[in-house]
Structures are given as structure tokens and as C-alpha cells.
């Protein structure tokens, strides 16, 4: 069976699976044995049968997509720019000897402009969301 699970850091396309839940649903409409629907389409049984009793309850649209809230950011657009300005200040204007930024130098960046402490990791993300890295 393909699709088991996610691997970590693996992006997913919710399009396609969306696609896929909706041959299920015309496949079940059509008279389909669950087993069979799920071999076909190439999930667990068990998925199908919860998308069964979901099209059931609610028809195909509660099968669709539906949007993904998550976390809200920490750092608004506003934060953004700031971050960006003393980006281009130069670590130098926050008191450090030397012009090389670091993540630690960005972590403390952040947490001064923003009031947020960040990881490293998480540091370099936004560093490449705003083009840094």
C-alpha cells in the first residue's frame, strides 16, 4: 500500500489527496466493497471506511480539504521588517565586535526587536523565508 504515513520534513500534497479520498467516495457510490476501494485506490481499509462514514454523514464535501489553521506565527509582517533592518544594520550595531551574523547573533536579534526567542533551527527557517539564506 502506497501513502502510509509521512515521512518528517516530507511535504504533503493535500490536492492529491484530496483526489484520491474523492475516487474513493465515486468508487463507493458506484457500490464498491470498502476492501476493495482501498486496494484500488492504494490506502488502509480503514481510511476508507472512515471516509465511508463521512460520506455518509456529510456527502463529498466532507471529504474536501479542509483548511489547515495550525500555529499562528509569532512574527507579523511588521516583525518581518524589522528583522530585515537589523539584518542590514550589521551585527556591530547591536554591540558585537565582529560583521558576521550567526544564528545565535539572529536568535538575539529577534528576541530584542520581536520579544521571541527562537531556536536555531527555527532562526535559519526565517532566515530563508526572508531571502538571508
Not at 92 to 116: H, M, N, P, Q
Request: hydrophobic share 40%; net charge positive; proline share 2%.
Amino acid at each position: 500500500m502506497s501513502g502510509m504515513g509521512n515521512l518528517a520534513g516530507v511535504k504533503r500534497d493535500f490536492a492529491a489527496l484530496e483526489r484520491r479520498r474523492m475516487r474513493a467516495a465515486r468508487l463507493l457510490e458506484r457500490g464498491w466493497k470498502e476492501a476493495a476501494v482501498a486496494r484500488r485506490v492504494g490506502v488502509h481499509r480503514q481510511s476508507v471506511n472512515r471516509w465511508a462514514k463521512q460520506l455518509a454523514s456529510g456527502g463529498r464535501e466532507a471529504l474536501r480539504k479542509s483548511p489547515r489553521d495550525g500555529r499562528k506565527p509569532q512574527l507579523s509582517a511588521a516583525d518581518l521588517r524589522r528583522i530585515v533592518e537589523g539584518l542590514q544594520r550589521g551585527p556591530e550595531a547591536l554591540g558585537y565586535e565582529t560583521g558576521l551574523w550567526t544564528s545565535w547573533r539572529v536568535a538575539d536579534l529577534i528576541e530584542r526587536e520581536c520579544g521571541v526567542r527562537y531556536t536555531r533551527v527555527h532562526v535559519w527557517r526565517i532566515l530563508r523565508e526572508l531571502g538571508w539564506s
